[in-house]
């Protein structure tokens, strides 16, 4: 007896020190900020948009680093970005938040570059539960800046020396957000939202949840941006992401550049947190993009 009490106090501290362990580094891990790089080649990209950069920010949730968001604009600003985009959930769903912190960051941003807003899960409640959130969907975009291009289901044009590209930002519905079960995207949901894909133009889809990356690629977004997993929480060696917010492990989609029939599709780890405090190996992320005309379709991080 006395044996299996001494084995039970060791695997009780060494659970203790293993978990204050996981605490500090995510202590540490949510206040540093790290900037992937991406290249994209396609002959669809206009000629005068060789060299475009673009930079997604995604799933802050309120999180500030640095006093009023200074080390995330400066961090923005030193990327000179052509256009940024935002996909969603820069706010977190709980009731009485304060919206100022979202909106003001979005507002600095929108002085460096375009700003381009697509809606995520979070935003979708707050917009839709007015009994529960009260006025804090109309409190914040009030507090919008006019010069900031908000795209739900909506489709704005990108022009530069007289070429264009399409970006289209995707609102989906709360089912499309249920958790435990699978649930496909109605075969015409796209279609209805934005018509038929045009394909000898280039067209940048926002969709906060990329599960759907499938179907986003087959209507014929040539690069999706994504967010809503948060990385998985945690990035474990050789398995990735442990889990989503649809509570699945190890989901097929987690972080990082994926690819479907020469489309492809960007998932950020996203800024911040809500429910799940906890990052490990997996910083918070700004993502910069460069658009490059070739004639081969290709994409990769640079290291």
């Known amino acids: 007896m006395k044996l299996v009490l001494n084995i039970l106090g060791i695997l009780c501290i060494l659970f203790l020190v293993v ?48 006093e009023d968001n200074c080390r995330l604009i400066d961090a923005v600003t030193s990327l000179k ?15 009485n938040t ?24 979070h ?15 109309k409190r914040f975009l009030d507090e919008l800046s006019p010069d ?10 990108v022009e530069n020396n007289g070429d264009k590209i399409y970006l289209h930002g995707l609102n989906l519905t709360p089912k499309l957000y249920t958790r ?12 209805k939202r934005f018509g038929i894909c045009p394909h000898n133009e280039y067209h940048i889809f926002l969709a906060h949840n990329p599960d759907y990356f499938k179907d986003y690629a087959n209507w014929g977004a040539n690069l999706t941006f994504s967010g809503h997993v948060h990385g998985g929480i945690m990035q474990l060696p050789f398995l990735g992401g442990v889990i989503s917010p ?13 690819e479907n029939s020469g489309k492809y599709m960007i998932l950020s780890g996203g800024l911040g947190n809500h429910t799940i405090k906890f990052r490990i190996n997996n910083l918070p992320e700004i993502v910069i993009v460069t658009l490059e005309n070739s004639g081969e379709s290709e994409a990769y991080k640079i290291k």
């Open 148 to 157: 900031i291009h908000i795209l739900f289901d909506k489709t704005e044009t």
């Open 19 to 66: 978990f204050a362990a996981v605490c500090i580094i995510s202590f540490i891990e949510n206040r540093r900020l790290c900037i992937t790089k991406y290249h994209i080649k396609d002959p669809l990209i206009p000629k005068s948009f060789d060299g475009f950069r673009i930079v997604q920010l995604t799933d802050m949730h309120n999180t500030t680093f640095g």
């Open 180 to 191: 435990l079960k699978d649930v496909h995207m109605p075969k015409k949901h796209l279609k």
């Open 81 to 95: 970005p052509d256009i940024i985009v935002i996909t969603g959930d820069m706010l977190v769903g709980i009731q």
């Open 123 to 137: 935003e979708l409640r707050i917009s839709r539960y007015i009994d529960i959130y009260g006025d804090m969907w």
């Open 98 to 121: 304060d919206v100022s912190i979202a909106a003001d960051t979005m507002n600095r941003l929108a002085t460096i570059s375009p700003v381009y807003f697509s809606m995520g899960n």
């Open 246 to 258: 649809k509570l699945k492990l190890f989901p097929e989609y987690d972080k990082g550049l994926f």
